[in-house]
Structure formats: structure tokens, C-alpha cells
């Protein structure tokens, strides 16, 4: 699938399904189709010339639960120092923050989450809308239906619409890191 999403496509260091499966009893909540497959196919790498995707790994600087839970402290750290602070949330739903599981971030700053919503029956695997916060901790703005959704858009004059008015449409590379 992967190969349709990227022109140039060159596979890095890959989860096992076994990492994924401990990733996902880790956080929680059944990691998204098109997430396990990024991670079994594409790996560790660079996508699109900007993204950084986490997986389940044992290099920490890459790894999903490290980087999730890094992120996150992160964000949360700046945002005590800003008294009544408020995202400005495409769609006015700021909920959607306290959802947030980060998986990824851009080479500008921006992070990528999906907004985790779990319902009643927990082993069904399914995708979680991604969500891009903006590298000023301010904008919150909708990123894609699922992973391939989300790469396709940011190849394309969608990539305005995420990234911000300023930005051109991203390669439509992957280049795996080198382990």
C-alpha cells in the first residue's frame, strides 16, 4: 500500500507485530490499521521531506511510547507558563486536545496526534482521526482520516488547510533511516 502513497519509497528499521501488540497494551486503546501497517512496511524514516512517524521500537529516540509521553510532558510544561490558554481548534471542538495521543511530529515543530476515542468494545481496530498542532502550541488543525489520508493531503493543495496558508504540497517520498 505504501508504495502508492510515496513515489520514492525506501523502507527503514520496521516494528514487529509483537512491538505493536505491546504498544498497544501499553497505551491503552487498539493502535490504528493504517499506523500498524506504516510500522510493519515503512519504519523508521523520514516521510514526505518533514515527518518524523514514532514507532514501537527499541531506539527511545524513535520509539512511540517515549516520544508519545515526551511530547506530551512537553506540551504540557509551556502550557502552565501561559495563563488561560486556548487552542484554536478547526471545527471548535477543543475536546479534541484532551484526546490527544502523539505519534509523530514535522521537521518545522508541528505535532501529529490522533484523537484517541475509545469505546465500549476495546479490541476493535480502528482509525482515529490525526489532528496537526501547530509548532506554536496554538492552532489545532485536522490532518486526515488516517495515515495514507493524511500523507496524500500533505502531497497535494490540502497541505495549506494542515500545515498552514505558506506551505507548498511535501514530497512524496519515504526514506528510511539507516540502523
Given at each position: 500500500?505504501?508504495?502508492?502513497?510515496?513515489?520514492?519509497?525506501?523502507?527503514?528499521?520496521?516494528?514487529?507485530?509483537?512491538?505493536?501488540?505491546?504498544?498497544?497494551?501499553?497505551?491503552?486503546?487498539?493502535?490504528?490499521?493504517s499506523y500498524r501497517?506504516?510500522?510493519?512496511?515503512?519504519?523508521?524514516?523520514?516521510?514526505?521531506?518533514?515527518?518524523?512517524?514514532?514507532?514501537?521500537?527499541?531506539?527511545?529516540?524513535?520509539?512511540?511510547?517515549?516520544?508519545?509521553?515526551?511530547?506530551?510532558?512537553?506540551?504540557?510544561?509551556?502550557?502552565?507558563?501561559?495563563?488561560?490558554?486556548?487552542?484554536?481548534?478547526?471545527?471548535?471542538?477543543?475536546?479534541?486536545?484532551?484526546?490527544?495521543?502523539?505519534?509523530?511530529?514535522?521537521?518545522?515543530?508541528?505535532?501529529?496526534?490522533?484523537?484517541?476515542?475509545?469505546?465500549?468494545?476495546?479490541?476493535?481496530?480502528?482509525?482515529?482521526?490525526?489532528?496537526?498542532?501547530?509548532?506554536?502550541?496554538?492552532?489545532?488543525?485536522?490532518?486526515?482520516?488516517?495515515?495514507?489520508?493524511?500523507?496524500?493531503?500533505?502531497?497535494?493543495?490540502?497541505?495549506?488547510?494542515?500545515?498552514?496558508?505558506?506551505?507548498?504540497?511535501?514530497?512524496?517520498?519515504?526514506?528510511?533511516?539507516?540502523?
Amino acid at each position: 500500500m505504501w508504495q502508492t502513497v510515496f513515489a520514492d519509497f525506501t523502507a527503514g528499521p520496521k516494528a514487529d507485530p509483537a512491538d505493536l501488540d505491546r504498544a498497544e497494551t501499553e497505551l491503552g486503546f487498539p493502535l490504528p490499521e493504517s499506523y500498524r501497517s506504516f510500522c510493519l512496511d515503512c519504519g523508521i524514516g523520514l516521510a514526505c521531506g518533514s515527518l518524523r512517524i514514532a514507532i514501537p521500537s527499541p531506539t527511545e529516540s524513535a520509539d512511540l511510547g517515549t516520544r508519545s509521553e515526551l511530547i506530551a510532558h512537553s506540551i504540557a510544561s509551556v502550557l502552565e507558563t501561559r495563563e488561560g490558554h486556548r487552542f484554536e481548534v478547526e471545527g471548535d471542538d477543543p475536546s479534541v486536545v484532551e484526546r490527544a495521543c502523539f505519534f509523530g511530529e514535522t521537521e518545522a515543530g508541528e505535532f501529529l496526534f490522533w484523537d484517541v476515542v475509545v469505546g465500549a468494545d476495546q479490541t476493535e481496530r480502528r482509525e482515529y482521526e490525526i489532528w496537526v498542532m501547530g509548532a506554536d502550541l496554538e492552532s489545532v488543525r485536522f490532518g486526515g482520516a488516517d495515515l495514507p489520508d493524511l500523507m496524500r493531503r500533505l502531497q497535494g493543495p490540502a497541505v495549506r488547510g494542515i500545515l498552514g496558508m505558506g506551505a507548498e504540497p511535501l514530497p512524496s517520498s519515504f526514506l528510511g533511516q539507516v540502523s
